[in-house]
């Protein structure tokens, strides 16, 4: 089993930065693309950024230019750098990943989530 568990999350003034963490632990042998949702309330999960084992890197529109995805593979770990941040980015952030328990197919995990919230 592999658990995900975010962190850096909180309040935060329009204009201001935050960054969200998510470590990968449990039985792991290797971890694919790792990737940040998020669900503003009253809406559908969204895709944030994604980000592969190669270290690519893809953001949804809404975010270029203002946030930032990287990982250390040596950390099992997936950064969110999340500058200027507004008002319409308050929502839950989920950290999402495949990982893989041995040399075969990988699982598709989630974290529990974290609440960003940006006041005007």
């Known amino acids: 089993q592999v658990q995900l568990v975010e962190s850096g999350g909180g309040l935060v003034q329009a204009g201001g930065s935050l960054r969200l963490s998510c470590a990968a632990s449990?039985?792991?042998?290797?971890?694919?693309?790792m990737g940040w949702y998020r669900q503003a309330p009253g809406k559908q999960r969204e895709r944030v950024a994604g980000?592969?084992?190669?270290?690519?890197?893809n953001l949804a529109d809404s975010v270029k230019g203002r946030f930032t995805i990287s990982r250390d593979n040596a950390k099992n770990t997936v950064y969110l750098q999340m500058n200027s941040l507004k008002p319409e980015d308050t929502a839950v952030y989920y950290c999402?990943?495949?990982?893989?328990?041995?040399?075969?197919?990988?699982?598709?995990?989630w974290g529990k989530g974290i609440l960003v919230t940006v006041s005007s």
């Open positions: 999402n990943a495949d990982v893989s328990d041995s040399d075969s197919v990988s699982n598709n995990y």
């Open positions: 449990g039985r792991i042998y290797r971890i694919y693309r």
């Open positions: 980000i592969t084992s190669g270290g690519v890197t």
